[in-house]
């Protein structure tokens, strides 16, 4: 089994900023993607940003220029650096694990993390 433990969610006010971390344990031999999904109040989840086992990355287009999607593959963690946060970002955030393999030889699964709240408000 894999676990995925958030941390870095709070208060901040408009315009400061946050880092999310997530750190994925467990049985792991290799990880495709990891990313950052949000789901507001009311509203559906949604993607903020992905990074690949390579460094592609991938931002929906409401946080481009101002968020940053990093990763460490050696710690299978990923980071999700946020500047001139706006109250629109207001939000549970998840973190996602995807194309998770245990063994060299096994199938994929992905997994989700418990979430992290991060409120945007002065």
């Known amino acids: 089994q894999v676990q995925l433990v958030e941390s870095g969610g709070g208060l901040v006010q408009p315009g400061g900023s946050l880092r999310l971390s997530c750190a994925a344990s467990?049985?792991?031999?290799?990880?495709?993607?990891m990313g950052w999904y949000r789901q507001a109040a009311g509203k559906e989840r949604e993607l903020v940003a992905t990074?690949?086992?390579?460094?592609?990355?991938n931002y929906a287009d409401s946080v481009k220029g101002r968020f940053t999607i990093s990763r460490d593959n050696a710690k299978n963690t990923v980071y999700l650096q946020m500047n001139s946060l706006k109250p629109e970002d207001t939000a549970v955030y998840y973190c996602?694990?995807?194309?998770?393999?245990?063994?060299?030889?096994?199938?994929?699964?992905?997994?989700w993390g418990q979430g992290t709240l991060v409120t945007v408000s002065s």
């Open positions: 467990g049985s792991i031999f290799s990880i495709n993607a």
């Open positions: 996602n694990a995807d194309r998770v393999k245990y063994t060299r030889f096994s199938g994929y699964v992905e997994f």
């Open positions: 990074i690949t086992s390579g460094g592609s990355t």
